[in-house]
């Protein structure tokens, strides 16, 4: 699906080529070229190396799940059997922020194509003021977003059963490597609310309105980038989905609100007022829970541990004296 080029027609009318104006109605065609060009760097040989560290997750590891320690010698082994393949994990880096760079550039393609495919073809039939239409933009483009955001987090969740152990969220702290969902998860999250920032210039957002979403978007990239770079991605998925499952309804009933949907719109700002308190409270009680009563168990467990090796250690010296 191309998006068309806007260009000034036969009789002049459009900006000129180059021009600011042009640059704001043709910015989505501009980035997809930049990103077809990085992706065409994987077929010559000299550059495919350079387009595979921007377009790829790196610090990949391999570990053998294996633990021969940990199996019965006793028990009958069927000839069945096989060892479990090795496991490929990653790490978080440097290079992390090249991806993040290349995942904005993309977030910039969809977000213009969602824009002009959808939300402008449906924002004509409502005849909305301009400043409730920016509203519209608004929410439709984070309600997809927060969409598929809970769905990609809440599968994760379940497959790796932080509920019904939640003591994964600090056991074996810092969590320095993940799997590679979770890693590409929290770089596409950082990604977006990159992209954030070119779309205030390319939506031709007010400046009374553009400080509000400024904050929005620096808040959510540092709160996330923070929690990455501490090794805290798996505390961050479960408040990110937190989050955004109240964000979803709030955006979702503003949508059914500006097309007239006010049966539907009305009991889920409700549900929302009731939600939007108790995920709060939940989330505090989580971030506490993990922070200070699951770190700090790790903590004094190191610290008794230290102790026990410095007492052997000056136990064996007074033996030899």
């Known amino acids: 699906m191309a998006l068309r080029l806007r260009r000034p027609n036969a009789k002049g009318e459009g900006p000129p080529v180059f021009s600011q104006e042009f640059f704001i109605q043709n910015?989505?065609?501009?980035?997809?070229?930049?990103?077809?060009?990085?992706?065409?760097?994987?077929?010559?040989?000299?550059?495919?190396?350079?387009?595979?560290?921007?377009?790829?997750?790196?610090?990949?590891?391999?570990?053998?799940?294996t633990?021969?320690?940990?199996?019965?010698?006793?028990?009958?082994r069927s000839r069945i059997d096989e060892p479990t393949p090795p496991e490929i994990l990653y790490a978080s880096g440097i290079k992390d922020l090249s991806n993040i760079s290349f995942y904005a550039l993309v977030w910039i393609v969809i977000h213009a194509i969602l824009q002009e495919y959808i939300w402008e073809r449906t924002v004509k039939r409502l005849h909305l003021s301009k400043h409730k239409t920016a509203k519209y933009y608004d929410s439709g483009s984070l309600v997809i977003f927060y969409l598929l955001s809970l769905i990609w987090g809440i599968d994760y969740i379940i497959k790796e059963g932080y509920v019904t152990s939640p003591s994964v969220l600090w056991k074996d702290y810092p969590h320095i490597f993940m799997r590679l969902s979770l890693k590409f998860y929290m770089l596409n999250q950082m990604a977006f609310w990159l992209h954030c920032y070119p779309e205030i210039y390319f939506m031709k957002t007010?400046?009374?309105?553009?400080?509000s979403k400024l904050i929005l978007y620096t808040s959510s990239l540092l709160l996330i980038g923070g929690a990455y770079l501490m090794k805290l991605q798996q505390l961050a998925l479960v408040l990110i989905v937190l989050h955004y499952s109240v964000e979803f309804l709030f955006h979702a009933a503003r949508l059914l609100h500006y097309h007239g949907k006010d049966d539907l719109a009305n009991p889920l700002f409700k549900v929302w007022r009731i939600?939007?308190?108790?995920?709060?409270?939940?989330?505090?009680?989580i971030s506490v829970l993990t922070l200070w009563f699951g770190l700090g168990?790790?903590?004094?467990?190191?610290?008794?541990?230290?102790?026990?090796?410095v007492m052997a250690a000056e136990g064996g010296v007074y033996e030899g004296e």
């Not at 077929?43 to 570990?63: D, K, L």
């Open 27 to 65: 910015h989505a065609d501009i980035v997809s070229c930049v990103c077809m060009v990085i992706v065409m760097g994987l077929i010559p040989e000299f550059t495919s190396r350079w387009a595979t560290g921007i377009i790829f997750v790196q610090y990949n590891s391999t570990f053998n799940t």
């Open 67 to 76: 633990d021969s320690t940990l199996l019965d010698d006793t028990a009958p």
């Open 206 to 211: 007010k400046k009374e309105d553009s400080y």
């Open 275 to 285: 939600l939007f308190v108790l995920v709060r409270i939940l989330s505090i009680f």
């Open 297 to 309: 168990i790790i903590h004094r467990s190191a610290h008794l541990r230290d102790s026990d090796v």
